[in-house]
């Protein structure tokens, strides 16, 4: 990827430390979406010389980017311009829809792919029989070949018999199969990262991650989803738009 360029001027009249002037300045290019995902930062070396400040003001900029999500450091390569999703909470779509909306080129990175018994928890969350089988399906969801979440998504047989039928969208898969969900229960809370989950998601062990329960509904009301996420909470937004009812 090629280095984003820095135009950055120190504002002699701004009472602010120097690297919150240059880190403000990095915020505000990024989120404008002045570089592209993924494309890299120059070095704290270059930088400091590029806008003639110290590599330690350099890295204390840097570090604001990083602590807000939108840079992100890989051991031995440099900073890169972190994806990130912004999801509303009130609309229904794929990880592949909310990728592509926002220019990203979704893939999936397959782990595991079958029909399987249903345990009691999916039994229970899709209104299943004892001894129901389910596809079970297990994979990486990449932006731009970035790894942003684990996700396994349960669906009854009877509703996906093929789960090697799936290819880089499951939704797309069934709404072609006249079973896309149109409603959605969604739980999301915070979790730190066991070491397994950790490495798939290739962050630190412990680190903070979104974990999301998501169950789809088809118009009649029968459960045709259960999916488990494990978002990069560095990488997610979640957004709701709030309304104040009448009095």
Known sequence: MNQAIIDFKIDLNDNSPLYMQLARKLTRD???????????????RTLSEQQGVSRVTARKAIDQLVEQGLVVRRRGSGNYIAPRIEQPLSNLSSFSEQLQQRGYTPN???????????????????????GARVARLERL??????VMAYETSVI?????????????SLYA?????????VRALQHIRAMNAPAELAHQLDVPEGQAVLFITRVGYLESGVAVELTHSYCRSDYYDFVAELRRAPA
């Open 30 to 44: 990024v989120r404008e979406g002045r570089y592209q995902a993924d494309q890299a930062l120059p070095s704290e």
């Open 108 to 130: 999936s990175r397959w782990l595991r792919r079958e029909v399987v018994a249903a345990d009691a928890d999916e039994q229970l969350a899709l209104g299943l029989s004892p």
């Open 141 to 146: 969801r990449l932006a731009d070949e970035v």
């Open 156 to 168: 009854p047989a009877q509703v996906l018999p093929d789960p090697q039928a799936v290819e880089y």
């Open 173 to 181: 898969h069934l709404e072609r199969s006249g079973q896309m969900p």
